[in-house]
């Protein structure tokens, strides 16, 4: 069976199959690979935890932003590529789903080689911007001077990944995933204790960990009917660009707006201490594990979404949003309950034996639940306008949560509130984001609804005049 024969299968599996068998297939790759490498973010937090010292676990928090820098170019060029990618998929246009393929990946190498250069150059400075305090920085110093090394593959990697995802090939996606979060959590331990490595330990065997996931997801590019990248597709015409940052500024505005919310955090919360600093770090870690799911989700809906956006398929797009919606929001309904019972323990995970750490985390970590089933219709809600390249509404959505809301919460509501003003910041932000977010997202998919009447006017014309 011929490349031509396979991407044609591959549309027709996304044209045909039922919806939840569909989304549900895709989807559980990719929450798989989320749930992991949540769980290998929070491996850092954890084993940097033992050692026992406030200021270290901080550091890693602090540095937190830094890594979302490099998630933010990764996805933006991963989601840009991969949106138009699925897209034109569904519209059989081979050629240039090729040239955005090699043009995402080769672009997001670059960036990331440029964002080494000037991090390490700029070291000092940098890890006082992300809100250091005298006693984190030496710690954040040593754990970010390792995460700049790896940025080039780390950045890559992201747009490997998600190339993979949106070409319906999760599977390949899932397993350079795993395999270097299952890396990572065996080489913490290794380099932070037994070579006495502490804090940067933790870093070397982030990037290592990494470096194993881009080598995989290279491999992943050459199996089955995925596009090849090839140097020669690689273009630098601004018409490609421009596809690229219609489908990616969204990623780029909400992974880069988390980076400036976590640094605000910080400096709100150094207010209070290092052991605020360390509490909000473990929620934000436990946090990003709860909505893994759904982001896992989201990801499985959105080759769905492109592949029959795409081919005009409007009401198969309507169907798969309200199911991953559905499901996603079950799902976070039980985290969240299980969160706000075991709060204080699901803390003391992470640190134990500082009884002021457990406390605030774990009041933060309560109010935080309180909104988090509604992160469903959030993040597939940006998703969905984000995929049918849809740029000024999926980057108001994507903006609102972490930036148009949260900065001002995080920044103002200390001032009246104290630490509990810091605490329930990210719960302000999520009422404010989803009351935005709800009338913009009815009203796309009252469009698809009318242009899906529209197709089905003309398809009876056309059958009505055809000659007998």
């Known amino acids: 069976m011929n490349r031509v024969q396979t991407a044609e299968g591959k549309l ?139 940025s080039p593959w780390m950045v890559a990697s992201l747009v490997l990944n998600n190339q993979l995802r949106f070409q319906g090939n999760a599977v390949f996606a899932m397993v350079g995933i795993m395999s270097g979060a299952v890396l990572n959590v065996a080489l913490d331990p290794l380099f932070i204790f037994t070579l006495g490595m502490g804090v940067g330990g933790a870093a070397l065997a982030t990037i290592i960990s990494q470096l194993v996931s881009f080598v995989l997801l290279v491999l992943g590019t050459y199996r089955g009917d995925t596009i090849r990248i090839r140097l020669r597709h690689f273009t630098f015409k601004l018409a490609v660009y421009r596809e690229i940052l219609r489908g990616g500024v969204p990623s780029l505005f909400r992974q880069g707006l988390a980076s400036l919310a976590t640094v605000a955090l910080s400096f709100s919360a150094g207010a209070f201490g290092d052991t605020a600093i360390a509490a909000m770090s473990i929620v934000g870690r436990v946090m990003m594990f709860a909505v893994s799911a759904v982001i896992g989700f989201g990801q499985g809906f959105q ?34 309950a299980a969160s706000i019972l075991f709060a204080p323990q699901i803390v003391e995970l992470f640190l134990k034996g500082h009884p002021e750490v457990t406390e605030i985390g774990a009041l933060a970590l309560r109010l935080q639940c309180l909104l988090l089933p509604f992160n469903s219709f959030l993040i597939l809600s940006n998703m969905m306008l984000q995929t049918m390249g849809l740029a000024k509404e999926a980057t108001l959505v994507a903006v609102s949560r972490q930036g148009l809301f949260f900065l001002p919460a995080v920044l103002l509501l200390p001032a009246l509130l104290g630490l509990l003003g810091v605490q329930v910041a990210q719960t302000v932000s999520d009422f404010f984001s989803l009351f935005m977010t709800v009338p913009i997202t009815f009203r796309v998919l009252s469009d698809l609804k009318r242009k899906e009447a529209q197709l089905a006017a003309e398809s009876a014309a056309a059958m009505a005049n055809a000659p007998v």
């Open 12 to 150: 027709q599996q996304m044209l045909l199959t039922p919806i939840p068998k569909l989304v549900v297939s895709l989807s559980v790759p990719t929450i798989i690979s989320m749930l992991i490498t949540a769980l290998y973010n929070m491996a850092d937090t954890y084993f940097v935890g033992l050692i026992g010292n406030p200021s270290a676990t901080a550091a890693v928090g602090v540095c937190l932003p830094l890594m979302a820098i490099l998630q933010a170019v990764g996805f933006m060029f991963g989601h840009g590529s991969g949106n138009y990618i699925a897209r034109a998929l569904g519209a059989k246009d081979m050629d240039n789903a090729r040239i955005m393929a090699a043009t995402g990946f080769f672009s997001a190498l670059i960036s990331g080689v440029v964002i080494m250069a000037l991090g390490l150059l700029f070291l000092d400075p940098l890890v006082w911007a992300l809100g250091s305090t005298a006693t984190i920085a030496p710690y954040a110093r040593a754990y970010a001077g390792y995460i700049l090394l790896g």
């Open 303 to 336: 080759p769905v979404c492109g592949f029959n956006y795409g081919a005009k398929r409007y009401d198969r797009v309507r169907e798969a949003f309200w199911y991953a919606v559905r499901l996603s929001f079950g799902i976070l309904l039980v985290a969240s």
